[in-house]
């Protein structure tokens, strides 16, 4: 399965930004899609996630800010950015867990993309 990202870039302060990630078509079946997010020396973090049920959880420091979603026609999932701050500066990864019929689970990674937050 391959993710792509898009929609990172630079904005200031209070800014919003959506993040995309379309995911290509396979016999798996996708369980649980989210964003991480890592900066310079640090580990990657989660972000928000959302299950197939349409469960969603969500990094303290982004609750009430992010919002994240998903669109199964399209095989996409999203990351609505608002009231970004300069803390939110990261790479941020989409990622998703994929299950085949025998309950076996694969994890794959997007490539990044950079969201840069200063004046």
């Known amino acids: 399965v391959q993710l792509v990202e898009s929609g990172g870039g630079m904005v200031q302060p209070g800014d919003s930004l959506t993040l995309s990630c379309i995911f290509s078509?396979?016999?798996?079946?996708?369980?649980?899609l989210g964003w991480h997010r890592q900066t310079p020396g640090n580990q990657r973090e989660l972000v928000a996630d959302?299950?197939?049920?349409?469960?969603?959880n969500y990094a303290d420091s982004v609750q009430g800010r992010f919002t994240v979603s998903r669109d199964r026609p399209r095989n996409a999932v999203y990351l609505q950015m608002n009231s970004l701050k300069p803390e939110d500066t990261a790479v941020y990864y989409c990622?998703?867990?994929?299950?085949?019929?025998?309950?076996?689970?694969?994890?794959?990674w997007g490539q990044g993309t950079q969201v840069t937050v200063s004046n």
């Open positions: 990622n998703g867990i994929f299950v085949d019929d025998k309950g076996y689970d694969y994890t794959y």
């Open positions: 078509r396979s016999s798996l079946t996708p369980y649980r």
């Open positions: 959302i299950i197939s049920d349409g469960a969603t």
